[in-house]
């Protein structure tokens, strides 16, 4: 009986160890699905590396330097459709639209919303910037306007976001490593928390990439790795005062149109 007594003391001291009043936040090691509150705030990480630097100080009396034009504008209206070739559902189109400024679900934090319409589909994301780096921070998708999936990112217990592309040029051979736990809700209210590590890199700046919105001859372009997973590369041509101009991945993006709006 003494050693069933023991045995029972040990498993409720563990139990009460394990119901503080906060809970356990996620780890990489042991990701925790969770929610932001109403009083949570992306905690964006890091970003290494300084954007490529503008024209040089002025001298006296001159004009100051022109600050180059975003590579992923989040500016309110703008619009751009793209030509997608996909192996599995054919051609079809996409439309992007920056609606502004909006307060993320659940939480007090601001970012801009950005809705991807396609035929079988509709993303609603919210980004931030920081450094010149924009980080999706929340994502809502939705089929005849019921959702079925919602995604969250977490570091070390944070909820940080997951880098979506680049607003300033860097230079070639710039990296950026994150992993990150992304948690996915779905709409039959199951919760799916994955580890992924995804790595930006620079490989070329100055290209020129013909799309049917025209030919751009000073396009960045991003390769997007996940080291977690082989066969997830993707490849992105980004222009100053334009935005994503191509992309080639699982599937092929191709400008079609455009509308930038002006800050």
Avoid at 1 to 18: C, D, F, N, S
Avoid at 69 to 83: A, D, F, K, N
Wanted: proline content about 10%.
């Amino acid at each position: 009986m003494k050693r069933w007594g023991w045995i029972a003391l040990v498993a409720v001291g563990v139990w009460l160890g394990g119901c503080g009043e906060g809970g356990s936040l996620p780890t990489e090691e042991q990701p925790t699905p969770q929610t932001p509150g109403p009083d949570d705030t992306v905690d964006l990480p890091p970003v290494t590396g300084e954007p490529s630097p503008d024209a040089g100080t002025p001298a006296p009396g001159e004009e100051p330097p022109t600050p180059t034009p975003s590579m992923w504008p989040l500016t309110t209206g703008s619009t751009w459709t793209y030509r997608i070739t996909d192996p599995l559902r054919g051609t079809f189109e996409k439309t992007v639209v920056v609606r502004g400024p909006e307060l993320v679900p659940e939480t007090r934090t601001t970012a801009t919303a950005v809705l991807s319409t396609q035929p079988h589909l509709e993303e609603l994301s919210w980004q931030l910037e920081k450094d010149g780096v924009v980080f999706r921070v929340r994502e809502e998708d939705r089929k005849q306007g019921l959702m079925v999936r919602m995604m969250l990112w977490w570091k070390d217990g944070r909820w940080t976001g997951t880098v979506k592309s680049l607003t300033q040029e860097r230079p070639v051979e710039w990296t950026h490593t994150l992993t990150v736990a992304e948690q996915t809700r779905y709409g039959s209210g199951e919760v799916e928390t994955k580890l992924k590590t995804f790595t930006w890199r620079v490989v070329a700046v100055g290209e020129t990439v013909t799309t049917p919105a025209g030919t751009f001859t000073n396009a960045v372009k991003v390769q997007r790795g996940r080291e977690d997973k082989e066969g997830r590369e993707r490849t992105y041509w980004l222009v100053p005062g334009v935005g994503k101009v191509k992309e080639e991945g699982e599937r092929v993006e191709e400008l079609l149109r455009y509308e930038v709006k002006p800050p």
